[in-house]
């Protein structure tokens, strides 16, 4: 059984810079798809970034600004954030899966953190 913990989140002004970090356990990190989505106040859970063996793939509204990466010898992923915006507030989720590609499709990912809250004031 896999666990993740989700950690990082805070409040932050637009242009500033926020690390989320995602503390995995159980099974074998390595072998992973893992992603990060989000969720704003009244909408829909989306996408954000993911990793995998193949590659890395991210939302057009944050390429560019969002960068993650992964520590396989300590099971842990990362989530960048730099020059946020209003508009990246949300509960940030950390994800995993087996798929061996990248995917922005949720429900390719079995296992899901507590989520963590990133607040960008204006």
């Known amino acids: 059984q896999v666990q993740l913990v989700d950690s990082g989140g805070g409040l932050v002004q637009a242009g500033g810079s926020l690390r989320l970090s995602c503390a995995a356990s159980g099974g074998t990190f390595i072998r992973y798809l893992i992603g990060w989505f989000r969720q704003a106040p009244g909408k829909e859970r989306e996408f954000v970034a993911a990793?995998?063996?193949?590659?890395?793939s991210y939302a057009t509204s944050v390429r560019g600004r969002f960068t993650i990466s992964r520590d396989n010898v300590k099971s842990m992923a990362y989530l960048q954030m730099d020059n946020l915006k209003p508009d990246d507030t949300g509960v940030y989720y950390c994800?995993?899966?087996?798929?061996?590609?990248?995917?922005?499709?949720?429900?390719?990912?079995?296992?899901w953190g507590q989520g963590t809250r990133v607040t960008v004031s204006s």
């Open positions: 994800a995993a899966g087996w798929a061996t590609t990248v995917t922005t499709a949720s429900e390719e990912y079995d296992y």
């Open positions: 990793n995998s063996l193949s590659g890395s």
